[in-house]
């Protein structure tokens, strides 16, 4: 509780004080405020079912992607030898430095938005998966081939179970960098989501408003945060 109250208590100390000009730093009562307006006018669920859609797009195909990619290659010695080293490049490139190509390739609509959620999180999910693959231990690997079961029974009823777990964490960690990529996304010729009310807030210095959608994002990331680690729980009880 202190992690919080702490913070908090010295942003009303310095909005209080007038240390800090209000327009640059709101009180917590103009930022409550800002928020109830937003949410009376309707705009702000509006704005967050659309960053959260985004979010459930462009994460949720990176994830169909990763997922197998990522068992495959921490299962066989040729599909990392295959795919790691194109992968392990392509992650240091930064999604936002495709934005120019989408925008050309797929237009100024929803599909490259979705495209920069994507690509700023499949590789990273990938190599993740990959890592809580190779972690298995052998010795449920040997003890399942001593026991007469196929490679494919092995893959499914030793592998898969044991690295799902860890496969969720990997997945809760980069939820929260899909929600660092949506903001970016959002500044491709939306007109609706989170990202899109923080720019269109920070060209009228409405710093109240951002910091109220600011708060909203840390709420929703945290619900998702939150609902992943009781999946983790119910799927791995087995799981330190």
């Known amino acids: 509780m202190l992690s919080f109250a702490i913070p908090f208590l010295a942003w009303v100390g310095l909005s209080v004080s007038g240390a800090v000009d209000s327009t640059f730093l709101p009180s917590p009562a103009a930022v409550l405020k800002a928020g109830l307006d937003m949410a009376g006018s309707g705009e702000l669920f509006g704005d967050l079912w659309a960053t959260t859609q985004r979010v459930l797009e462009g994460f949720g195909l990176a994830v169909l992607v990763s997922v197998p990619l990522g068992i495959l290659m921490g299962t066989f010695a040729a ?22 190509l989408l925008i050309i390739w797929l237009g100024l609509g929803e599909p490259s938005k979705i495209a920069i959620l994507f690509i700023g ?22 003890v399942s ?22 496969m969720i964490d990997a ?12 903001v970016v996304a959002e500044l491709i010729n939306s ?13 009228f210095l409405q710093t109240d408003k951002i910091f109220a959608v600011l708060v909203v994002i840390g709420v929703a990331g945290l619900v998702i945060d939150v609902l992943l680690r009781l999946l983790r729980t119910q799927v791995g009880k087995w799981a330190a």
């Open 79 to 100: 599909g990392q030898a295959f795919f790691e080293p194109l992968i392990g490049l392509l992650r240091y490139l930064p999604a936002s430095a495709f934005i120019p």
């Open 121 to 142: 999180t499949v590789f990273f999910n990938t190599l993740m998966t990959a890592d809580v693959v190779r972690g298995v231990p052998g010795s449920l690997l040997d």
């Open 145 to 166: 081939y001593t026991l007469g079961a196929r490679r494919g029974e092995v893959l499914r009823k030793v592998v898969v179970p044991h690295s799902l777990p860890g």
């Open 171 to 182: 997945i809760r960690v980069n939820a929260a960098a899909a929600w660092n990529f949506v």
């Open 191 to 203: 007109s609706a989501g989170l990202g899109y009310r923080i720019v269109r807030a920070q060209r």
